[in-house]
């Protein structure tokens, strides 16, 4: 009732737009509302652009249907019942799109010794599950959150593997935006962007011959 008396069915602000949306559509979990924003017809985002407005929504984390749980995406048929929605609470000279986030899946790499009793076989896919669940929490836990753009340290990375109770010791680590190159910071590229995880890692391991040293 707070936020009806608040918002009144019209879109004035940018917190307007995203609770009267939230409201109407439950089975949504977030929406993020770009002023001045629009989608190119190449797809990109174009900022400074008035009298647009771009909304990027993203569908409840919950549902263990979704086909991909590391990139949950709105279908389009939704997507057009939003924007029809939010384009009759809005003003005249406005021109509304909604969007589904793009993500920007990070593959981490390297070489890696495990501890001994850990064999690989079965410790290299726990590494890529862990990996998984550390850079896109939303796929597997039921409380974490989706966030919008920030940036992600390989040193970060680095400390999160190094204390797995399995690793020994990594070299070599490696960061980077699939198909991309190594970098010691990602950084979204725009404020549609999520950050997440590659499906799969690429690790090496170190062969236990590598271990041995020579006095």
């Known amino acids: 009732m707070s936020e009806r008396l608040r918002h009144k069915q019209r879109t004035v602000t940018i917190w307007d737009y995203e609770h009267l949306v939230l409201q109407q559509f439950p089975d949504l979990y977030k929406v993020q509302c770009l002023s001045h924003t629009r989608v190119s017809e190449a ?28 990139e949950p995406r709105v279908a389009l048929r939704t997507l057009k019942a939003i924007q029809a929605f939010a384009q009759a609470h809005a003003g005249l000279l406005v021109d509304i799109q909604v969007i589904n986030p793009t993500y920007q899946p990070v593959q981490v790499g390297g070489k890696i010794a495990f501890r001994p009793g850990y064999p690989a076989a079965t410790y290299q896919a726990r590494l890529n599950q862990d990996l998984r669940a550390y850079l896109a929490p939303w796929a597997t836990a039921t409380t974490a959150e989706l966030s919008f753009g920030g940036a992600l340290r390989k040193s970060t990375v680095l400390a999160f593997i190094e204390q797995l109770p399995y690793v020994d010791f990594i070299t070599d680590l490696t960061l980077r935006v699939v198909g991309g190159s190594d970098q010691e910071t990602i950084e979204a590229a725009s404020p549609q962007v999520v950050l997440g995880s590659a499906p799969t890692h690429a690790f090496t391991e170190i062969p236990p011959r590598a271990l041995s040293v020579t006095r």
């Open 43 to 70: 797809g990109s985002l174009r900022e400074y652009a008035p009298g647009y407005v771009t909304l990027v929504v993203v569908p409840n984390l919950r549902h263990a249907y979704a086909a991909n749980p590391l």
